[in-house]
């Protein structure tokens, strides 16, 4: 039975399968939005269907046990194959065969040396074009020994190392590490984050201050950059200034921080003048809070405020039921009364007197002391990459034997287990730079 574990832990299909599993897994987690709140995933699709699902840990799955047991699974298989093969590698890469072995290549070409005969000459050619030799001597011959590529027989095993790292350091950055949300009006300072998961808030040792805020845009409207000026404080005293752009974050006490979103907001309620039929009146309306019109004609509520719109400038959207009936209809009002303004519902006709606008930066804060075991497994990733497919390994052997009235038959054994093509081309150089000399 040990046997049998033994070669099901090596088998390629268990690592193919530990491949597949992992893929499944990230495409759920792709499709099923993660780490969200239970009533959202209640409304979202409905209690029976949100109660298997949670239960299943698919709402987190990539930290359920599930997904776990497969990385264990993806892990404990690169390492049996590692065991299992490694030590035959390296014993063919320290291993130096026996003349016998070059003599069975099979034979390329011969060519003739017909000049006066310079060993120093034809060591030079050669060194240039295969590398250092171990020269063997038999009976009149003597013999040049090249082994190309044995680094390469490392390379599968230098990608299970880095993987390995790689899944590590993700594991150790998915539970000593955490995410959060910190949102900031400007002027405002925190140090306070709202975590991603599990659910909660970590108050930092030091406090984060939104300086300014701003946000540029298109001709038509869609944002196309946008900053935060940031003042880092410790003890009341100003530590550090730093601008955190959209993919351009900015790092302090081992933290990151990313602009992740901005909102545009009113510093307080927004007035709007509302006009119905020849009685015209002002409303104070608080941002997503219902306002009831006079005389039970209707509510309104502020829901969204936006400082350009399609390049129109600020304007705010309303949720407008009129007499307390049927749906709330959603429209823009531009805050430029200059402008023609997009249509409105009615009977009440709504026009922006008077809001002024700030703005609410977004912040994904993160710490993640797995980061650096993730770097380092990508970079010895890529030698081992080059090793394994791009390191051609081959044999080659030079025979150098008199024939007499000094002249010498240079004989050319070699072979390659893969590259086919860059074996020829090798031959074909050799062949040219060898007549050449001769």
Same mark, same amino acid.
């Given at each position: 039975?040990?046997?049998?574990?033994?070669?099901?832990?090596?088998?390629?299909?268990?690592?193919? &399968?530990?491949?597949?599993?992992?893929?499944?897994?990230?495409?759920?987690?792709?499709?099923?939005?993660?780490?969200?709140?239970?009533?959202?995933?209640?409304?979202?699709?409905?209690?029976?269907?949100?109660?298997?699902?949670?239960?299943?840990?698919?709402?987190?799955?990539?930290?359920?046990?599930?997904?776990?047991?497969?990385?264990?699974?993806?892990?404990?298989?690169?390492?049996?194959?590692?065991?299992?093969?490694?030590?035959?590698?390296?014993?063919?890469?320290?291993?130096?065969?026996? &003349?016998?072995?070059?003599?069975?290549?099979?034979?390329?070409?011969?060519?003739?040396?017909?000049?006066?005969?310079?060993?120093? &000459?034809?060591?030079?050619?050669?060194?240039?074009?295969?590398?250092?030799?171990?020269?063997?001597?038999?009976?009149?011959?003597?013999?040049?020994?090249?082994?190309?590529?044995?680094?390469?027989?490392?390379?599968?095993?230098?990608?299970?190392l880095s993987i390995i790292i790689v899944v590590l350091g993700g594991l150790v950055g998915k539970f000593w590490g955490f995410q959060g949300q910190m949102n900031l009006r400007e002027g405002q300072?925190?140090?306070?984050?709202? &975590?991603?998961?599990?659910?909660?808030?970590?108050?930092?040792?030091?406090?984060?201050?939104?300086?300014?805020?701003?946000?540029?845009?298109?001709?038509?409207?869609?944002?196309?950059?946008?900053?935060?000026?940031?003042?880092?404080?410790? !003890?009341? !005293?100003?530590?550090?200034?730093?601008?955190?752009?959209?993919?351009?974050? +900015?790092?302090?006490?081992?933290?990151?921080?990313?602009?992740?979103?901005?909102?545009?907001?009113?510093?307080?309620?927004?007035?709007?003048?509302?006009?119905?039929?020849?009685?015209?009146?002002?409303?104070?309306?608080?941002?997503?809070?219902?306002?009831?019109?006079?005389?039970?004609?209707?509510?309104?509520?502020?829901?969204?405020?936006?400082?350009?719109?399609?390049?129109?400038?600020?304007? +705010?959207?309303?949720?407008?039921?009129?007499?307390?009936?049927?749906?709330?209809?959603?429209?823009?009002?531009?805050?430029?009364?200059?402008?023609?303004?997009?249509?409105?519902?009615?009977?009440?006709?709504?026009?922006?007197?008077?809001?002024?606008?700030?703005?609410?930066?977004?912040?994904?804060?993160?710490?993640?002391?797995?980061?650096?075991?993730?770097?380092?497994?990508?970079?010895?990733?890529?030698?081992?990459?080059?090793?394994?497919?791009? +390191?051609?390994?081959?044999?080659?052997?030079?025979?150098?034997?008199? !024939?007499?009235?000094?002249?010498?038959?240079?004989?050319?054994?070699?072979?390659?287990?893969?590259?086919?093509?860059?074996?020829?081309?090798?031959?074909?150089?050799?062949?040219?730079?060898?007549?050449?000399?001769?």
């Amino acid at each position: 039975m040990l046997s049998k574990l033994w070669n099901g832990l090596t088998s390629i299909r268990l690592a193919l &399968l530990s491949l597949l599993l992992v893929a499944i897994a990230s495409i759920i987690g792709t499709l099923l939005p993660q780490q969200e709140s239970w009533n959202y995933y209640q409304e979202k699709f409905g209690s029976l269907l949100a109660e298997i699902l949670w239960r299943l840990g698919l709402f987190d799955i990539y930290r359920s046990p599930m997904f776990l047991a497969i990385i264990g699974l993806l892990i404990l298989n690169l390492i049996a194959c590692s065991l299992k093969r490694l030590p035959e590698a390296l014993r063919l890469f320290q291993s130096r065969p026996g &003349l016998e072995k070059f003599q069975s290549l099979p034979k390329r070409f011969r060519v003739t040396w017909s000049r006066p005969y310079t060993p120093n &000459l034809l060591a030079h050619t050669l060194h240039r074009a295969l590398g250092r030799p171990l020269v063997v001597t038999e009976k009149d011959s003597t013999w040049y020994l090249y082994r190309l590529g044995r680094w390469g027989r490392l390379g599968p095993y230098l990608i299970h190392l880095s993987i390995i790292i790689v899944v590590l350091g993700g594991l150790v950055g998915k539970f000593w590490g955490f995410q959060g949300q910190m949102n900031l009006r400007e002027g405002q300072s925190a140090n306070v984050l709202d &975590l991603s998961n599990p659910q909660g808030h970590k108050t930092l040792d030091f406090s984060v201050r939104l300086d300014d805020f701003q946000v540029h845009y298109y001709p038509n409207g869609t944002p196309r950059e946008f900053r935060s000026d940031l003042t880092f404080m410790k !003890q009341g !005293q100003e530590v550090k200034q730093a601008v955190c752009r959209v993919n351009d974050p +900015v790092s302090f006490e081992h933290l990151t921080f990313y602009q992740s979103s901005y909102q545009a907001v009113p510093q307080g309620p927004v007035t709007l003048e509302v006009t119905s039929k020849d009685k015209t009146f002002t409303i104070e309306a608080p941002l997503k809070q219902r306002v009831m019109l006079p005389d039970n004609q209707g509510m309104v509520i502020l829901w969204r405020v936006e400082s350009n719109v399609m390049g129109l400038g600020p304007a +705010v959207q309303l949720a407008y039921r009129p007499e307390n009936r049927g749906h709330p209809m959603i429209f823009w009002v531009l805050a430029d009364a200059s402008r023609e303004q997009p249509q409105q519902p009615g009977p009440h006709m709504f026009r922006v007197k008077n809001f002024d606008l700030t703005y609410s930066s977004g912040l994904m804060v993160k710490y993640d002391p797995g980061v650096w075991l993730v770097y380092a497994g990508f970079i010895s990733m890529l030698p081992g990459f080059w090793l394994a497919f791009f +390191v051609p390994r081959q044999r080659w052997a030079v025979a150098v034997q008199p !024939q007499g009235k000094g002249k010498y038959a240079l004989t050319v054994y070699g072979a390659g287990d893969r590259h086919k093509y860059a074996f020829q081309q090798r031959l074909a150089r050799l062949q040219a730079k060898l007549e050449e000399i001769a």
